[in-house]
């Protein structure tokens, strides 16, 4: 799940960023405040894929690290917000950084795909050559940009242990519910930015490189600018507007019931 479709600093938020928030999304900072879901802990253990398709070197060790750092985030805000909120236990999933390509429990996976998290072995799939063309290609760039990339696949983990996943694949093929499954990843890596800026590493500006990811990721954007045009009912993930107003509101609110669409 997941796949194309998809340093930290001080500081909060403050007026000023939820006022872009809510220009970027078109709307009053007090609409998105109000607004529903629309329709350090140690670093985890990380599992490389096969010898021949690493790199190695001075970027590839800080891409790891930064990796690992982010994925410790999210590890430290879902062992406080599930419990509190799902009262459920959070068990952790395994990070496997890869290159080229990868065997898992879904099938083998490539770079072409993006990252990607499979629900079948609890594992997330990272290939730090999406991180460059979500630079270049998608003009999304910056730390906190990758870090989103990084929680919407821990919000899908999340989903799986929650039994989301098994229930909206029992249902068959269905974009659908396919865009409400992700928009809800989105929304999840919302609520861990809401709980790292409550510990005092977001700075000004994160919000909007995540913002900036999150549209650049939209299906209409990338149908635009691979086929030339835009075709809704093909939708996967969700359009620009609809992936950047799921992250805002879990980045607002931090509750996991402003991110229910399964009903």
């Not at 997941?2 to 960023?17: D, E, H, P, T, Y």
């Not at 190695?56 to 406080?80: H, I, K, P, Y």
């Not at 909120?85 to 990868?102: C, H, I």
């Not at 993006?114 to 991180?131: E, I, Q, S, T």
Request: proline share 5%; with cysteine; hydrophobic share 40%.
């Amino acid at each position: 799940m997941g796949g194309r479709g998809l340093a930290l600093g001080g500081g909060g938020l403050g007026a000023i960023v939820l006022a872009i928030i809510a220009c970027l999304l078109g709307a009053d900072p007090s609409s998105i405040l109000e607004g529903t879901f629309p329709g350090g802990a140690e670093p985890q253990q990380q599992q490389p894929g096969p010898a021949a398709n690493r790199t190695t070197g001075g970027q590839q060790d800080q891409n790891e690290q930064f990796a690992r750092r982010v994925l410790g985030s999210t590890e430290d805000a879902w062992r406080q917000i599930l419990p509190q909120q799902a009262r459920r236990n959070y068990r952790e999933p395994v990070l496997v950084l890869f290159s080229g390509q990868v065997p898992s429990a879904c099938g083998y996976g490539a770079t072409a795909m993006g990252p990607f998290y499979c629900p079948g072995d609890n594992k997330l799939y990272l290939d730090f050559a999406f991180f460059q063309e979500l630079k270049s290609e998608f003009r999304a760039p910056g730390d906190f940009a990758q870090a989103y990339v990084i929680a919407h696949e821990v919000g899908h983990h999340v989903q799986n242990l929650l039994g989301t996943m098994a229930k909206v694949q029992r249902q068959g093929q269905n974009n659908q519910l396919s865009v409400a499954l992700e928009l809800q990843a989105d929304c999840y890596a919302g609520i861990w930015a809401n709980h790292a800026q409550k510990q005092g590493v977001v700075e000004t500006g994160d919000a909007e490189e995540a913002l900036r990811a999150a549209a650049a990721v939209g299906d209409d954007m990338i149908q635009r600018r691979t086929q030339g045009r835009v075709v809704p009912e093909s939708f996967t993930h969700g359009s620009a507007e609809q992936r950047q107003r799921a992250f805002a509101i879990g980045m607002q609110n931090g509750n996991m019931r402003q991110c229910e669409v399964f009903r």
